[in-house]
Nanobody
């Protein structure tokens, strides 16, 4: 049973960097063919795929966020992380990490963390 859990601050100040970590248990983040993904959800924008790191360490990003998004991994800890710089109130959302298995659309995200609310406020 794969489990994912997000951790990080729930409050970030405008212009600062949002940093979240996803801890994975029950499976290795280096296992082919899975991707490890960050998604966020807000009332105004709905679900938004932010990016992913593959089992081999390759990263992919949503073009609309690429300039200020960085996804990394620590295989020794079985964790992957998200950094989103220069945040604004538009970045307030529930942030999820998830495993991406082969398939189409949201259904390919077969395991999700519980999500963590991030507020952007000074």
């Amino acid at each position: 049973q794969v489990q994912l859990q997000e951790s990080g601050p729930g409050l970030v100040k405008p212009s600062q960097t949002l940093s979240l970590t996803c801890t994975v248990s029950g499976g290795s983040i280096t296992t082919n063919p899975y991707y490890w993904t960050w998604i966020r959800q807000s009332p105004g924008k709905g679900l938004e795929w932010m990016g992913a790191v593959t089992y081999s360490g390759t990263t992919y990003y949503n073009p609309s966020l690429k300039s200020r998004t960085s996804i990394s991994r620590d295989t020794s800890k079985n964790q992957f992380s998200l950094q989103l710089s220069s945040v604004t109130p538009e970045d307030a959302a529930v942030y999820y990490c998830a495993r991406d298995a082969p398939g189409e659309g949201w259904s390919s995200l077969d395991y999700w963390g519980q999500g963590t609310q991030v507020t952007v406020s000074s």
